[in-house]
């Protein structure tokens, strides 16, 4: 459970949107890494004394490398100049009957300026939507897109599977210009636009940020057992179904490597055949790149061989793809290793954004 700590702020080390990052002095004289989002707890200062929760990084958890502040206690935020009490400001609750549950103005509610829109909305009239397994993928598939359709406009859905406040991801913050917003979905807060789910956000995608593009991949922090259903991932295969049930083409980012040393995440990696392969009951399209090492694009076409049937499986060629990862505005990394390291798996990902770019000029989104 929860890893309590205190402690007092003894230096700021950078901040970014939503997020700021500490040095925390403990009682015990050790210091600590922590971050606070100041939607939260409101901007901790020098001298601050904080409460923690330690426990992602005292186990030393890939993602959680940071203790969390909980409270400022001696210096409280003070309540939102909207609050009120009655639902004119939003009544959408996230992380909910959580300690920190924060209420939210959702896109499709009542008092949504958008709820008119979203309240007679019900297709996405063939947005082409990719959806990936990690929140590493999102600036290769940019990447992609960029290649071919530098205008698009361009929506990111963040899903609770990671980390539910979109104010962590560094990476996000970084891509503000390139996107025509964010839209939390689920128990994920923090976007421009909150959604209470999948399909209502998708609808906002297309309805409220005229996206010709959505994009739809967990935040940072992806869970995962090493059993063929305890992976946050799986819901890859519902983002699918979503889409397709709303009249969107989903376009399926496929996790390829040749690099990750775990066996199972080899060639295909067994989140994206158990996510497209079991759990998506839509057809979707495939992406596999162009110029792969010829052993590992071997591998690739015999592990989606049993997907022929149930999706379309198509190749894209890789032209220019390369440069456009290398212009990336954000650094490009996913467990630890970057473009040049693996670069299958962010050359599959920039396939897919591609793809659906060129959807845009075929007529069919």
């Given at each position: 459970m929860v890893r309590w700590r205190v402690g007092t702020v003894a230096g700021v080390r950078r901040r970014w949107a939503g997020a700021v990052e500490l040095d925390v002095t403990l009682v015990d004289g050790t210091s600590m890494r922590a971050l606070a989002?100041?939607?939260?707890?409101?901007?901790?200062?020098?001298?601050?004394?904080?409460?923690?929760?330690?426990?992602?990084?005292?186990?030393?958890?890939?993602?959680?490398?940071?203790?969390?502040?909980?409270a400022v206690p001696d210096r409280l935020p003070p309540d939102p100049p909207q609050a009120l009490d009655s639902r004119d400001a939003g009544h959408l609750v996230k992380a909910r009957y959580t300690p920190l549950q924060p209420i939210l103005l959702g896109v499709d509610e009542e008092a949504s300026p958008h709820h008119e829109v979203l309240a007679t909305a019900e297709d996405l009239g063939g947005l082409p939507v990719v959806t990936a397994d990690l929140h590493s993928a999102l600036p290769a598939i940019l990447a992609g897109i960029r290649a071919d359709a530098p205008q698009a406009r361009v929506a990111y859905l963040l899903t609770d599977g990671g980390a539910l406040p979109a104010w962590f991801s560094r990476t996000l913050s970084a891509l503000r210009d390139e996107l025509v917003g964010t839209i939390s979905v689920g128990q994920a807060f923090g976007g421009d636009l909150e959604a209470s789910t999948l399909h209502s956000g998708l609808l906002a995608a297309r309805h409220v940020l005229h996206a010709d593009v959505a994009v739809v991949a967990q935040g940072p922090g992806n869970l995962g057992t090493g059993t063929r259903w305890g992976f946050s991932g799986v819901a890859v295969g519902e983002a699918v179904n979503a889409v397709a049930t709303l009249g969107g083409r989903p376009v399926g980012s496929l996790r390829i490597s040749d690099a990750d040393p775990r066996p199972r995440h080899r060639g295909v990696s067994h989140h994206s055949l158990t996510a497209y392969g079991r759990v998506a009951l839509a057809r979707a399209e495939l992406v596999v790149p162009d110029g792969l090492d010829p052993a590992l694009a071997a591998e690739v076409d015999a592990a989606l061989t049993p997907l022929v049937d149930r999706h379309t499986v198509l190749r894209v060629d890789t032209a220019g793809l390369d440069a456009a990862l290398r212009r990336s505005p954000v650094p490009l990394s996913t467990m630890g290793r970057g473009l040049d390291a693996d670069h299958a798996y962010f050359l599959a990902a920039a396939a897919a954004g591609r793809h659906a770019a060129r959807l845009l000029g075929s007529g069919t989104a």
């Open positions: 989002y100041p939607e939260l707890v409101g901007v901790p200062e020098v001298g601050d004394r904080v409460l923690l929760n330690a426990g992602a990084l005292l186990m030393g958890l890939g993602t959680g490398g940071y203790a969390l502040v909980v």
